[in-house]
């Protein structure tokens, strides 16, 4: 179970488990937004099992930071999908390789399968006769900008709006 954190401003701040969030509401850190059906219960209370709780004071956040890059983060932006063959992608490949100084950025790494990877070298898809359908650069959106939300709730959906 996972648990959406909102700022006292009513903009989402991360993911934390549940037991975290339940550690803050009883500690009067935070308060119950919108909770599960089936609540925890313990040998002396029962409490509702937090879905999405809210800080009750405001912590600021510097914003404008970039997304570091990653592996995982480069596959997940194009969808586990090849650059060139849009075939699944399990590695990801420079567009200028590290051969020639290509740096390690999310503008210069795709996601490719295998068969691609091999077949394109140290190559330029220019160089290869392929072309990228999507020009790459750093991921945006709502799950990027919250720590976590990668796997939201579908009843996150409204209050990660504000973080797109």
Known sequence: MRTLVLNA???PLAVVSFRRALVLVLAGKASVVLADA???????VSLERPSVI???RYVRVPRGQVVP???RGVL????????YCRGHAATVDHVLPRSRRGPDSWENLVACCVRCNNAKGDRTPEEMGWHLPFRPG?????SWAVRGADQADPRWDSFLATAA
């Open 9 to 11: 401003g009513y903009e």
């Open 69 to 71: 890059v990653s592996r």
């Open 76 to 83: 997940r932006r194009d969808h586990q999908r090849c650059a």
């Open 54 to 56: 809210l800080l009750t």
């Open 138 to 142: 750093p991921p945006r959106g709502a």
């Open 38 to 44: 089936d609540p925890v219960v313990g040998a002396t």
